[in-house]
T-cell receptor, first 113, second 113 residues
Framework: GQQVMQIPQYQHVQEGEDFTTYCNSSTTLSNIQWYKQRPGGHPVFLIQLVKSGEVKKQKRLTFQFGEAKKNSSLHITATQTTDVGTYFCAGPNLGHVGGKLIFGQGTELSVKP | KAGVTQTPRYLIKTRGQQVTLSCSPISGHRSVSWYQQTPGQGLQFLFEYFSETQRNKGNFPGRFSGRQFSNSRSEMNVSTLELGDSALYLC????????????FGPGTRLLVL
């Protein structure tokens, strides 16, 4: 079945270092979405990418959608302690069973001050 | 505009009991989805409701059920609770059935003893 995979599962960085998480889909996607869940919190929608090769920036966060629309990445420049949390990517569910989105397992980011 | 609200926020039950969780979507949103989140299991889709009808169901036993009311508010029920049902239950709403972006509520943290 359709799968969305994220790597790495965990990433520990020193404050100020960069961080990247990668998302790979088993199928071509019409769009990819990214969510952030702070510890003890709930997932919050960050952004949606639609176009092949699209790059969007939100302050220190850079999101990229691959040319084949099967992969995506989130890069954080100069991490801060406020970046701590789990980052999920999600793609539309192309099947008839299951939710609207297929979520990756998430990348948990910890930042050491 | 107020976000998705869920009640109660925390709940402690014992095995064999049943529980009802409530979700009020963002005003105007008509699609409500429920997810179970446990450490290491990511976001597991439970079911989706739109216009008071269950549109999709995840791979959960029949002990998990839900419904949606005419005002789009939704409830989910878990009967005969098991220890493994301890989890964060998240409700997410979207404006329309074919809108994929999910706006999550704060969740109900259920502990089964």
């Amino acid at each position: 079945g359709q799968q969305v995979m994220q790597i790495p599962q965990y990433q520990h960085v020193q404050e100020g270092e960069d961080f990247t998480t990668y998302c790979n889909s088993s199928t071509t996607l019409s769009n990819i979405q990214w969510y952030k869940q702070r510890p003890g919190g709930h997932p919050v929608f960050l952004i949606q990418l639609v176009k092949s090769g699209e790059v969007k920036k939100q302050k220190r966060l850079t999101f990229q959608f691959g040319e084949a629309k099967k992969n995506s990445s989130l890069h954080i420049t100069a991490t801060q302690t406020t970046d701590v949390g789990t980052y999920f990517c999600a793609g539309p569910n192309l099947g008839h069973v299951g939710g609207k989105l297929i979520f990756g397992q998430g990348t948990e980011l910890s930042v050491k001050p | 505009k107020a976000g998705v609200t869920q009640t109660p926020r925390y709940l402690i039950k014992t095995r064999g009991q049943q529980v009802t969780l409530s979700c009020s979507p963002i005003s105007g949103h008509r699609s409500v989805s429920w997810y179970q989140q446990t450490p290491g299991q990511g976001l597991q889709f439970l079911f989706e409701y739109f216009s008071e009808t269950q549109r999709n169901k995840g791979n959960f036993p029949g002990r998990f059920s839900g419904r949606q009311f005419s005002n789009s508010r939704s409830e989910m029920n878990v009967s005969t609770l098991e220890l493994g049902d301890s989890a964060l239950y998240l409700c997410a709403s979207s404006l329309w059935r074919d809108q994929e972006t999910q706006y999550f509520g704060p969740g109900t943290r259920l502990l089964v003893l």
